[in-house]
């Protein structure tokens, strides 16, 4: 009696202890099942039929005239579309699935000399589910198609933008010192402006990113060392390089060949590896926007060709080297 008694009290136990589990899950799995029946089912009937309406007048709009904010407009539309189009394909899939499986139970229809004979029924069911799945298939390749010429209209509307970017600049390529090259700067569009004050709060975003405790010390080191390399590092390299060709190679062409080829090596690595530095003062963290991160890897990649021109530069006209350097150049192959 005493252990029947023992065991209806763990029972007892076990169920008060677990019975808020149960609880919780029945309540995950209701609010789980009223959420998917709260979401609207998609009609891809009446669905795909508009958004080809509206891929359409997308493509009207575009081939007409259209300014830069209309066509920015445009590309947010096309994204959308396209967005819109993908997930209607993606929910029917789960329809198309079902009508396979039970196709798969039915089965193939038998072949006349095969000696079985199947009912009417069955015959009518499967054809009202290969019928059901060819329609099923044909919305979701119209969904697809829909999907990708949205995604290929917003690439031709970027190559539009970029194209009226073009004629733009090339319009107003006139001479420095004229109104008309200075007039976008004072007669900016408001997409213009808008854009540009999204950048430079980007931009203060990322140096105040830099100026954070716990990384501060480490952007004042890459500035140091960014300092540092173009200034003394160039300088005494120049003079190693200098020496070499003093004490180590005859003098004449080799000598002079080999010190503007010294003179424009240091200088495009002095100026390469400071912009790199700076780079990463700023924008070594990861929570840079990827609008800053592209800026600055495109300003390293042309730290590039103005460290060969600077090196290049300083090369041919440079002065007071020691004997056997530039100034016994002949005046005819410096003029050149």
Not at 55 to 84: F, H, P, R, T, Y
Not at 92 to 116: C, N
Not at 241 to 267: D, M, N, Y
Request: net charge positive; glycine share 6%.
């Amino acid at each position: 009696m005493f252990k029947l008694k023992s065991l209806f009290t763990l029972l007892f136990v076990a169920l008060m202890v677990l019975a808020p589990t149960f609880s919780q899950a029945a309540d995950e799995k209701a609010d789980a099942a009223q959420e998917e029946a709260s979401q609207p089912k998609l009609n891809a009937a009446v669905e795909l039929p508009k958004m080809q309406k509206i891929l359409d007048k997308l493509k009207g709009q575009v081939s007409g005239d259209a300014n830069e904010s209309k066509l920015n407009q445009l590309n947010d539309m096309a994204l959308e579309l396209s967005g819109n189009a993908d997930t209607l394909g993606q929910a029917l899939l789960p329809d198309r699935q079902q009508l396979e499986a039970q196709l798969a139970v039915l089965g193939p229809a038998p072949k006349p000399d095969s000696g079985v004979k199947e009912t009417a029924e069955v015959t009518r069911k499967r054809n009202a589910l290969e019928s059901q799945k060819s329609k099923m298939d044909d919305q979701i390749k119209q969904a697809e198609g829909i999907k990708n010429s949205a995604l290929m209209l917003s690439s031709q509307i970027v190559n539009l933008r970029r194209d009226q970017l073009k004629n733009q600049l090339a319009l107003n390529s006139g001479s420095i010192l004229g109104t008309r090259f200075w007039a976008p700067l004072f007669s900016r569009q408001d997409l213009d402006g808008e854009k540009i004050s999204d950048f430079r709060d980007e931009l203060q975003n990322t140096a105040a990113l830099s100026w954070e405790a716990g990384w501060r010390v480490g952007t004042v080191a890459w500035l140091i060392a960014a300092l540092l390399v173009m200034t003394l590092g160039r300088r005494y390299s120049e003079e190693f390089l200098a020496w070499v060709s003093i004490h180590k190679l005859p003098e004449g062409r080799l000598r002079r060949s080999f010190l503007a080829a010294a003179i424009a090596l240091t200088t495009l690595v002095a100026v390469v590896l400071a912009f790199n530095f700076i780079a990463l003062a700023f924008t070594r963290r990861d929570e840079v926007s990827s609008d800053v991160q592209g800026f600055v890897d495109r300003l390293v990649e042309l730290s590039v060709f103005c460290g060969l021109i600077a090196g290049l530069g300083r090369a041919f006209y440079q002065r007071g080297v020691p004997a056997g350097g530039y100034h016994s150049f002949p005046t005819t192959w410096r003029r050149r």
